[in-house]
């Protein structure tokens, strides 16, 4: 079975900087999706990044970056000129794609990112 | 406006009491999904509908019942519950073949058992 790991449970920065969350995870699959989502205090849960274990570029989304290592099976989160509005629970979540059906989602525990002024 | 609605926002209810919870997508998703995250833990799934079909039940207690009447609508029930089962109850929706692109999650229900 595959299992994410997130071995921050807390980050806080100031306004601005640049923070990197950590997450690895476990599995025999050679392809698979990883995501980030962000869950602020209104609970909702949204999709900040994805990566394809098959593209070897690292995905950007505006000043969310990954750094995925395959081989390592990391995938890290860098948030550039961090916002207040940054400030929520970040969980990292790995997808073992099947031809058909539902695509079950694995989450790591989260960790709880506070952007101070 | 998520694409997936999910009611009532907060719900407390006593161990012998019977509520539901419901979750609706508009998104024309064929995939829905109920996770519990209680705090410290990692969001656990706890049941999958596939075009209406229940296509998995990870070992929920049958204290949990799900319903799935069409691909837009997913319920839960809910009947003699214990405290331990507080939680967070997120829906999700996905579309098949294309679920590479992740989640489209609900807002939650918050449970509190007393």
């Known amino acids: 079975a595959q299992t994410v790991t997130q071995s921050q449970p807390e980050m806080s920065v100031q306004e601005a900087e640049t923070v990197t969350l950590s997450c690895t995870y476990d599995?025999?699959?050679?392809?698979?999706?990883l995501f980030w989502y962000k869950q602020p205090p209104s609970r909702q849960m949204i999709l900040v990044i994805r990566?394809?274990?098959?593209?070897?570029q690292n995905a950007t989304e505006n000043r969310f970056s990954v750094n995925f290592q395959k081989a390592a099976k990391s995938f890290s989160l860098k948030i550039s000129d961090s916002q207040l509005g940054d400030t929520a629970m970040y969980f990292c979540a790995f997808m073992n794609p099947i031809i058909q059906g539902a695509q079950k989602l694995v989450f790591g525990q989260g960790t709880r990112l506070t952007i101070n002024p | 406006e998520t694409g997936v609605t999910q009611t009532p926002r907060h719900l407390v209810m006593g161990m012998t009491n019977k509520k539901s919870l419901k979750c609706e997508q508009h998104l024309g998703h064929n995939a829905m999904y109920w996770y519990k995250q209680s705090a410290k833990k990692p969001l656990e799934l706890m049941f999958v509908y596939n075009f209406k079909e229940q296509t998995e039940n990870n070992s929920v207690p049958s204290r949990f019942s799900p319903e799935c009447p069409n691909s837009s609508h997913l319920f839960l029930h809910l009947h003699t519950l214990q405290p331990e089962d507080s939680a967070l109850y997120l829906c999700?929706?996905?579309?098949?073949?294309?679920?590479?692109?992740?989640?489209?999650f609900g807002s939650g229900t918050r449970l509190t058992v007393v």
């Open positions: 990566q394809e274990a098959y593209k070897q």
């Open positions: 599995t025999s699959e050679s392809n698979y999706y």
């Open positions: 999700a929706s996905s579309q098949e073949y294309r679920g590479r692109g992740g989640y489209t």
